[in-house]
């Protein structure tokens, strides 16, 4: 699959749930309302529609949400869709997960083939942990860790840079997941979705900021690593690990971008930052043969817009998106 201009998209991230056990303040009010779950399509549905972006030319799929390990059985869409890895037609199937149940889940997650997971972890402070989280269990989440680096998964944290919250933290953060094998991404908070009392340009830390702060303590160089995303990565000198930024708002990374996103109704986004999307769900169920489908995917590819408009600033405090994050999964 080929975007008008010239993309080659060939990695797919699917939100499996809009529901999650966590309330993290940045992502979703406290009384946060759910999909009905009528709306939302089964796992089969949902492992038809990822094997036909595997047959058209995905190479990698993410599962996210929502948090992806709430959903019930989801295990039974990871062994689907394992066995595209299996017959070589997929490089790599893995998930983004707060972490509450990847104790629970690791050994099957590895034995599927999943070799790599994103964590999400925002702080080390337990008493932070839940106020940021809500809902959270830091320990819970670092039996998670533990368990997924027993059985061999690689493993990145993401945290998202906190004005005033977490931004005393990035030196810990670093030591901690760099002295556990662990790369750590640090992500600038997105305009996505009402988040009820909370204020967006409170919380908004430009990452240029957190960058110098941090090079005042670390020797950070610059790499050529490249996931196809908006990280840029760069290698701490003093423990060896790899530290990238993801900065949407101050870094413009859409000329590189190879990714769409499916929401867990069957709505594909071409794009994080645009409300434009196309419905994959009436064609997959309109028909059992994939051609509708098939012709659908075509279509909403071709209309892949080039970039997207995110802004914080003092006038334009009002969501870039209405969607949550936890639709289309991060
Ligand atoms: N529940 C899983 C988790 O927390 O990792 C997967 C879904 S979550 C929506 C995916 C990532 O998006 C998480 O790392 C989360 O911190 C991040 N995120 C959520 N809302 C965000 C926002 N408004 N701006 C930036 N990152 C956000
Ligand atoms: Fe749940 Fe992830 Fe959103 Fe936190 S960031 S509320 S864990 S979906």
């Keep these: 699959m080929i975007d008008p201009f010239g993309r080659h998209i060939t990695y797919l991230r699917v939100s499996v749930t809009d529901r999650c056990d966590f309330r993290c303040v940045y992502c979703m009010a406290e009384d946060m309302t759910f999909l009905p779950k009528a709306e939302v399509l089964s796992l089969e549905e949902l492992e038809r529609l990822c094997s036909a972006f595997v047959r058209r030319g995905v190479r990698k799929l993410r599962m996210t949400g929502g948090e992806p390990l709430v959903r019930k059985n989801v295990m039974s869409l990871f062994r689907g869709l394992g066995r595209h890895l299996q017959s070589g037609a997929l490089d790599e199937l893995t998930l983004t997960t707060n972490g509450s149940q990847l104790a629970k889940y690791a050994r099957e997650l590895a034995d599927i083939g999943v070799q790599r997971v994103n964590v999400s972890i925002d702080t080390l ?115 060896g690990g790899r530290l990238g930024f993801i900065t949407p708002l101050t870094h413009n990374f859409c000329e590189s971008c190879n990714r769409v996103r499916l929401t867990c109704t069957g709505t594909l986004y071409m794009c994080l930052g645009q409300e434009d999307a ?47 994050m936890s639709v289309t999964g991060g």
Excluded: C
């Design 125 to 239: 402070d337990r008493d932070k942990f839940r106020t940021i989280t809500r809902w959270g269990d830091l320990d819970q989440v670092m039996r998670g860790l533990d368990a997924a680096q027993q059985v061999g998964l690689h493993i990145k944290i993401n945290a998202v840079a906190l004005r005033g919250v977490n931004d005393d933290e990035f030196e810990d953060l670093i030591r901690f997941s760099h002295g556990r094998g662990m790369d750590l991404t640090l992500i600038e908070v997105m305009p996505m979705g009402e988040i009820g009392g909370e204020n967006r340009l409170e919380q908004y830390l430009p990452l240029s900021l957190a960058r110098t702060e941090i090079a005042r303590h670390f020797t950070l160089t610059e790499t050529d690593y490249r996931t196809g995303g908006p990280a840029r990565y760069f290698t701490v000198g003093e423990t």
């Design 278 to 324: 196309a419905d994959l769900r009436a064609p997959l169920r309109a028909s059992e043969k994939d051609d509708l489908l098939d012709r659908a995917i075509d279509e909403a590819i071709a209309r892949k817009p080039k970039g997207h408009d995110f802004v914080i600033d003092r006038r334009h405090t009002a969501p870039a998106v209405r969607r949550h």
